[in-house]
């Protein structure tokens, strides 16, 4: 148990809608990150939050946004939604979301399967 | 960020080592070499990383080529709960997203 929860760990839309996927980071982590994992794209980054900002951007569709929120939570927005965004969703958190010197380990949760009909 | 090339899978016995190689000939000086890994249906798991010296923690050792354009992930002895997917990523100092790549899907038999 890496101490990442998010939740819902399934769900099932369908097209055109609009879902919200949460994650609580690890107790003392500051740096919250999205990624997206398909069979065709592999583990894609998303999106990093350090402490309610946001710090780094990667292929995030415009159709999907996130916020960090001042308890640390975060949560991925995904609008719009199309056959091509069903993919598991990871959310990671580190205490201080750096590279380096010395970089922080991301603890990754256990992922919200979406399905997207 | 640099670009890696690793095997698509490997194969060994429970209780074997285990040399996971990767190469990642355009990295850059200040890049830190990370290792994760994915077990199946789980999120990825941090397995070590390193700079320029050769790393040892309670999971694995890395040993960097001292041109730091290659590292080889050894497990000392594998185990069945080590098949996963390994993955290697330099990452640069002036960000921290990972980017996973394919990975190398390795397989434990008894």
């Known amino acids: 148990d890496s101490g990442v929860t998010q939740t819902p760990k399934h769900l099932i839309t369908a097209t055109g809608q609009r879902v919200t996927l949460r994650c609580s980071p690890r107790?003392?982590?500051?740096?919250v990150y999205w990624y997206q994992q398909s069979l065709d794209q592999g583990l894609q980054f998303l999106i990093q939050?350090?402490?309610?900002?946001?710090?780094a951007k990667g292929n995030i569709l415009e159709r999907f946004s996130a916020q960090q929120f001042p308890d640390l939570h975060s949560e991925l927005n995904l609008s719009s939604l199309e056959l091509g965004d069903s993919a598991l969703y990871f959310c990671?958190?580190?205490?201080?979301?750096?590279?380096?010197?010395?970089?922080?380990?991301?603890?990754f949760g256990p992922g919200t399967r979406l399905t997207v009909l | 960020d640099a670009k890696t090339t690793q095997p698509n899978s490997m194969e060994s016995n429970e209780e074997e080592p285990v040399h996971l190689p990767c190469n990642h000939s355009?990295?850059?000086?200040?890049?830190?070499i990370h290792w994760y890994r994915q077990l199946p249906s789980q999120g990825p798991e941090y397995v070590i990383h390193?700079?320029?010296s050769n790393v040892n923690n309670r999971m694995a050792s890395l040993a960097i080529a001292e041109d730091r354009k290659s590292s080889t992930l050894i497990l000392h002895r594998a185990t069945l709960r080590d098949a996963a997917v390994y993955y290697c990523?330099?990452?640069?100092?002036?960000?921290?997203?990972?980017?996973f790549g394919k990975g190398t899907s390795l397989l434990v038999t008894p």
């Open positions: 990671a958190s580190s205490v201080q979301g750096r590279a380096g010197p010395p970089p922080d380990t991301q603890y």
């Open positions: 390193g700079l320029t």
């Open positions: 107790s003392g982590d500051l740096s």
């Open positions: 939050y350090y402490n309610g900002e946001e710090r």
């Open positions: 355009t990295i850059s000086g200040t890049d830190y």
């Open positions: 990523m330099p990452v640069a100092s002036s960000g921290y997203a990972l980017n």
